[in-house]
T-cell receptor, first 115, second 114 residues
């Protein structure tokens, strides 16, 4: 069975500082990995995905994520946080070459960026 | 280009009742998946529809059923509602045929069961 762990329920950073939201996964074979963001009373918005190729993936709003196969991690990063980045972030995984319905989501990390 | 839309936004029901939620996929998408997001948790996969058939199903009881129409829109039906069914129900659309197809989510329907 596949799983996702987001070890931090909450991450607090100051505006302008770099941010990292952690994600580790377990899946049979190679993974597809995704990050989504959810604002209050809204659905999930796609940020970025890792399918294959470069381990560093760039996505929307200046976010990037680094795939580390040996550590089974896919941490979300941003060099300079904005107050508007404050939201709930979800990591998701599914086995390589399976369709979207096989996705497993983590329980989310609340990011708070303070001015 | 309209994204994924869901209706209604909010719904309040009592135990034992039945509910129907609706979803229209993003333009060009033919696959619809439904998720249940309980408070403080990530989305849990309910089932997926493609070509008007249920293609995959998560670990949800038969009280949860669905339908997909020829225009790719979809309904989620829940019978005999329980208090534990209170959650945000998310619809996501995608299109297969390419590696790593991305799901795009609607704003959700907040269901409260009293």
């Amino acid at each position: 069975a596949q799983s996702v762990a987001q070890p931090e329920d909450q991450v607090n950073v100051a505006e302008g500082n770099p941010l990292t939201v952690k994600c580790t996964y377990s899946v049979s074979g190679n993974p597809y990995l995704f990050w989504y963001v959810q604002y209050p009373n809204r659905g999930l918005q796609f940020l970025l995905k890792y399918i294959t190729g470069d381990n560093l993936v760039k996505g929307s709003y200046g976010f990037e994520a680094e795939f580390n196969k040996s550590q089974t991690s896919f941490h979300l990063k941003k060099p300079s946080a904005l107050v508007s980045d404050s939201a709930l972030y979800f990591c998701a995984v599914r086995p390589y070459n399976t369709n979207a319905g096989k996705s497993t989501f983590g329980d989310g990390t609340t990011l708070t960026v303070k001015p | 280009d309209a994204g994924v839309t869901q209706s209604p936004t909010h719904l309040i029901k009592t135990r034992g009742q039945q509910v129907t939620l609706r979803c229209s996929p993003k333009s060009g998408h033919d696959t619809v998946s439904w998720y249940q997001q309980a408070l403080g948790q990530g989305p849990q996969f309910i089932f997926q529809y493609y070509e008007e058939e249920e293609r995959q199903r998560g670990n949800f009881p038969d009280r949860f059923s669905g339908h997909q129409f020829p225009n790719y829109s979809s309904e989620l039906n829940v019978n005999a509602l329980l208090l534990g069914d209170s959650a945000l129900y998310l619809c996501a659309s995608s299109t297969p045929g390419q590696g790593g197809d991305t799901q795009y989510f609607g704003p959700g329907t907040r269901l409260t069961v009293l």
